[in-house]
């Protein structure tokens, strides 16, 4: 299994127009095949500048690799998330 997370901050305040529209546009990501487990969340603690993650599992490097590749994914990388976020940090993970 694969864990694949990124935390980012976006370019929009807080509670605004912008961040709504950023969360709804991400919202098919959970759709594509081999996604599991797909979890946003709000960082709470003040020691780090990353505002959100988005958590989620894949079985297999394949669904993970088809995930990443799949036209819903690359629109939402290309229009959505290379505009309004302003730094991430990508970390995929797999149990020892």
Not at 6 to 19: C, K, T
Request: aromatic share 14%; net charge negative.
């Amino acid at each position: 299994m694969i864990r694949h997370t990124v935390v980012f901050r976006l370019h929009h305040a807080a509670g605004s127009e912008g961040e709504k529209a950023f969360f709804a546009a991400a919202a098919p990501l959970v759709d594509i095949p081999g996604v599991k487990n797909f979890h946003k969340f709000r960082e709470v603690s003040p020691k780090n500048d990353f505002a959100y993650c988005f958590a989620m599992d894949f079985d297999t490097q394949e669904t993970y690799d088809a995930y990443s590749n799949h036209p819903v994914h690359d629109a939402f990388v290309q229009q959505i998330w290379l505009r309004d976020v302003a730094d991430f940090l990508e970390i995929d993970l797999v149990e020892d």
